[in-house]
Structures are given as C-alpha cells and as structure tokens.
C-alpha cells in the first residue's frame, strides 16, 4: 500500500488559503458526536425530495392494504371452512343447540 504524504499548502498563485477552523482531531470527533449534536434540533427535510416522500408514503399504504386483504381473505376462508365442518360433523356429535330445542307453537 502506498503511503500518504502530507503537506501544509502555504500559497497558491499568490493567495494565502484560509486557516481551517478545526483540526483533524476535532473534526473526527464532532463527526462520532453528530447525534449528540442534534439532538433537539428540529430536522427540516430537503424540499427537492418531497416526490420521493409521497412515492413512498403511496406505497406504504398500498401494501398496508394489500396485507389487510389478504388478511381477510384467510378469515373469510377459514371461517367458511370452519362452518362447513361444523354443519357436517356437528349434527354427528349430538350436542350443539339444534340437536335440544323443540318448537312449540
């Protein structure tokens, strides 16, 4: 691996180049500090975004919903299948309330 070599840019084309206003050190360690920095800060996204937001938020709610049928689509399934074996074997068993009540009239 090659090493780095390091130079202090003392003048180019007879300017002087602004003195930075932190060290290495500091800014290594305000970047390991950023969440800490921020915090109760109010974060205010890029309005270039916005599309990208909607998209999105578009298509959270579509699978939301798509999940929910599906959903329902199992219950409905499975309580007709329920019922069906119920009206099947359920007269089999002799208990259930069909097989006690009498009309009278």
């Known amino acids: 691996m090659p090493e780095t070599i390091e130079a202090e840019v003392i ?17 290594r360690s305000s970047a390991g500090n950023a969440a800490g920095g921020m915090r109760g800060a109010v974060l205010n996204f890029d309005r270039r975004w916005w599309p990208l937001w909607v998209v999105l938020g578009v298509l959270a709610v579509a699978l939301l919903a798509t999940v929910g049928v599906v959903v329902g689509v199992f219950y409905l399934f499975f309580a007709l299948i329920r019922g069906i074996l ?12 069909s097989a006690g009540t009498l009309r009278r009239g």
Do not use: N, Q
């Open 11 to 27: 003048e180019i084309d007879g300017v002087v180049p602004p003195k930075p206003s932190e060290t290495e050190e500091e800014a």
């Open 86 to 97: 119920r009206g099947l074997f359920g007269g089999l068993s002799g208990g259930g309330a």
